[in-house]
């Protein structure tokens, strides 16, 4: 895969017609995360990835790397990770040429709701225009990280 650029936020207020748009449903157990490595359940397929830890001091960019897994393969990974197995449905919203990707989380963090896009380059995260129903940007803020969240109590 090589590097990852992307800002993640919190935002306002649902977008009415979420309905419509395409979804994927998602479960994620992490077995290290400094660097991390997760695995993942999208719909049917299943996939390990490894993160490494963001350049210069912030998260905007890191390096990252996805392995295909069987569903045997999967399951074995996963029953063997610590913490919180994060489940959540995520909607691929357009917008201009980028797609918001938006993360409803399901318990046991149902209240928490993100969401992030991708980019080709830093000057273009930089440049982004933010749509009005996205609120605070906490691209920095390892409190809505996935990794932090399998690390927390609940």
Same mark, same amino acid.
């Given at each position: 895969m090589g590097m990852e650029i992307e800002r993640k936020f919190t935002i306002k207020s649902l977008p009415s017609d979420l309905e419509q748009y395409e979804f994927h449903t998602i479960e994620q157990a992490y077995l290290v995360t400094e660097p991390t490595i997760r695995v993942r359940r999208e719909d049917d397929r299943y996939y390990m990835t490894y993160k490494g830890v963001g350049g210069s001091n912030t998260s905007l960019s890191? =390096?990252? $790397?996805?392995?295909?897994?069987? %569903? =045997?393969? $999967?399951?074995?990974?996963?029953? %063997?990770?610590?913490?919180?197995?994060?489940?959540?449905?995520?909607?691929?919203?357009?917008?201009?040429?980028?797609?918001i990707e938006l993360d409803i989380f399901a318990e046991p963090f149902s209240s928490l709701i993100i969401a992030e896009v991708e980019f080709s380059s830093v000057e273009e995260a930089d440049a982004f225009d933010v749509p009005d129903w996205f609120n605070e940007d906490v691209t920095d803020l390892k409190e809505y990280r996935n990794s932090y969240l399998s690390r927390v109590s609940v």
């Open positions: 890191h =390096e990252e $790397y996805n392995l295909p897994l069987t %569903k =045997e393969s $999967y399951e074995t990974l996963a029953s %063997k990770a610590d913490g919180n197995v994060i489940r959540k449905r995520r909607y691929l919203i357009p917008y201009g040429q980028h797609t």
